[in-house]
């Protein structure tokens, strides 16, 4: 399977340029990326993938080494991710994508002068193993620390990277590499078993189903409603003119 780097993160937030430091200094010389962007944001001459009636329709790997897929930051996050996760379907013997990486880009002023945004993050970190902070010196220092307290008190495992004002990362390859740190299972190559995490001293006293454990953000209650609902921002995005 080739590998798979997601990037979530606002329109406009500073994605571009993130990709394009990963692509040219994240990879060994000679690797071949390839950056699939979806259609709405698409320019001409950029390879895309779509996103359509909660259907993600992602192109079969190439001769790539590695691709970058950018959601679309104007749409439903969790639908996007949902769409996504059944697309590229993990632990499927026919899968030809896998997820190796999720990574946010964090719009420090627009978070800051948006509480939307702010908790729409909240999701994003959720799902992602690196958050790359963008425009920190556009706000004060104590809002990033403020925007940072809540992962850092719960000890969320995402790493968390600064993006210069000339597009620099420090450590590129560090973004990209390692094991999985998001929250989120879906998109990892564990069974049921493994997530219940059973040991001698803790065994089911009753017989239970071997079903994957569906993400908190993903999970609907018997009506069919979200348990947990995450903020539109397109609307939002509209009126900075982001979009």
């Known amino acids: 399977m080739t590998p798979l780097i997601i990037v979530l993160g606002a329109t406009g937030s500073g994605r571009a340029a993130v990709v394009k430091e990963l692509v040219e200094n994240a990879w060994p010389e000679g690797k071949k ?27 079969a790997p190439l001769d790539e080494d590695a691709a970058i897929l950018v959601t679309n930051g104007s749409l439903a996050l969790i639908e996007q991710m949902e769409s996504i996760h059944r697309t590229v379907k993990p632990l499927h013997p026919d899968a030809v994508w896998r997820v190796v990486r999720i990574i946010t880009v964090i719009d420090c002023p627009l978070a800051e002068k948006h509480k939307a945004v702010e908790a729409w993050y909240g999701p994003c970190i959720h799902f992602s193993d690196a ?11 104590q809002w990033v620390s403020k925007f940072l307290e809540p992962y850092e008190k719960a000890f969320y495992p ?15 390859p560090a973004v990209i590499d390692g094991e999985p740190l998001r929250l989120t299972h879906i998109f ?48 939002l995005l509209r009126q900075e003119g982001r979009c």
Do not use: H
């Open 33 to 59: 990326i390839r950056v699939l962007r979806e259609t709405r944001e698409a320019g001409e001459g950029i390879e895309q993938w779509s996103f359509q009636d909660n259907q993600a329709v992602i192109p």
């Open 131 to 141: 958050a790359i902070i963008n425009r920190r010196w556009e706000v004060p220092g």
């Open 158 to 172: 995402c790493l968390f990277f600064n993006l210069t004002k000339i597009g620099v990362i420090a450590n590129p």
């Open 188 to 235: 990892d190559d564990i069974d049921a078993v493994d997530e219940m995490e059973f040991d001698e001293d803790n065994l089911p006293d009753e017989p239970f189903d071997l079903v994957r454990q569906v993400d908190k953000y993903f999970a609907r209650d018997e009506l069919g409603r979200r348990n947990f609902l995450v903020p539109e921002i397109g609307d």
